[in-house]
């Protein structure tokens, strides 16, 4: 890649739409699994351009977005010590837990902070000895091997005063759960891009072997997406099941060996954990090994760790499984704004509904469901 103008050529673009057409004998379902894809296709209208036959499902690919309000709450108690600094990503300091914010605890004068890296809150954990630093780790395989290696360094360093409170989660359990539901029937995924960098193409086979439903790991720009998208709607009607990259500028078959290592040297699967929508997923999530136990913030401190449901009105959960649209979830754009956010869906910016709400989709997909049931009053 030289120039990101080459993956967003208006020519090649309806050029690639003609060839999906060409692909097309009944409706298919696809699910983009990442946010980053999501926010993509509504920042340059991909949806609006596609055959009508093409539907493209929401995924739980927003590493914000699973996370429970209960994991919230913990965080939140954690950062509530007078001995800690707690620090975590912006988007993170906005999710809704059961009783405020990160943010709303920071204003009450908890010492919560924004960091761009776990290699910034280790620096402040130097820079600060009387104080535990606590960084919140969040985010698939893409993320998890900053962390690992941060980790890594501390210990190196012998700072004592540096903690994780871990909240990473894998992608391939939620792949399977979203492929157990009852609620969906999809018929081929846009891989994930980012995470695929770490983990390679391997793990995904067994969405083709075991389900029989094809998997493209796609790239970010919008000829990434199109051509993804013409690369599943090829394998659907020769009725072909396999794995393919076509994001092949980086993602390689074996991933990236020295981040996986790095993944195995300090972390290890849960039993299970929760996620937003999903429910409880068994080895979804990566914890501390024991001989890291002094960087645990979860042995260190004692967390509520209790379940809390999501408020009535929000289905971000919906969203996330892929069963209903963000603008059809009844507190979308009105209750539920980026300024005042209901569900975690809203406050990241890989969520959908912040894609959605964002982008100006929602008023588009208010007028696209006018034209056709003109009789049907939008909620």
Sequence with gaps: MKFVDEYRDASLASQLVIEIAAQIERPIKLMEVCGGHT?????????????????LIHGPGCPVCVIPMGRVDDAIAIARNSEVIFTTFGDMMRVPGSKGSLLDAQSEGADVRM???????????????????????????????????????????????????????????AIKAILDSPDLRLDGFLGPGHVSTVIGTVP??????????PVVVAGFEPLDILQSVYMLAKQVREGRSEVENQYTRIVREEGNPRAIQVLEETMQLRPFFEWRGLGFINQSALALRPEFAGF????????PGVRIADPKACQCGEVLKGVIKPWQCKVFGTACTPESPIGTCMVSSEGACAAYYNYGRHSIAQNRLKILNPEVGVQ
Excluded at 296 to 303: G, K, P, Q
């Design 39 to 55: 926010h993509t296709i509504y920042k340059h209208g991909i949806e609006d351009i596609l055959p009508a036959g093409v539907d």
């Design 115 to 173: 960091v761009y890296s776990p290699l910034d809150a280790l620096k402040l954990a130097k820079g600060n000895p009387d104080r535990r630093v606590v960084f919140f780790a969040i985010g698939f395989e893409t993320t998890a091997p900053s962390t690992a290696l941060t980790l890594l360094r501390a210990r190196a360093d012998g700072v004592e005063n540096f903690a994780v409170f871990c909240n990473h989660v894998t992608i391939v359990p």
């Design 204 to 213: 995904y086979r067994f969405i083709a072997r075991d389900y029989g439903k």
């Design 296 to 303: 645990d913030a979860e042995h260190i401190y004692s967390v």
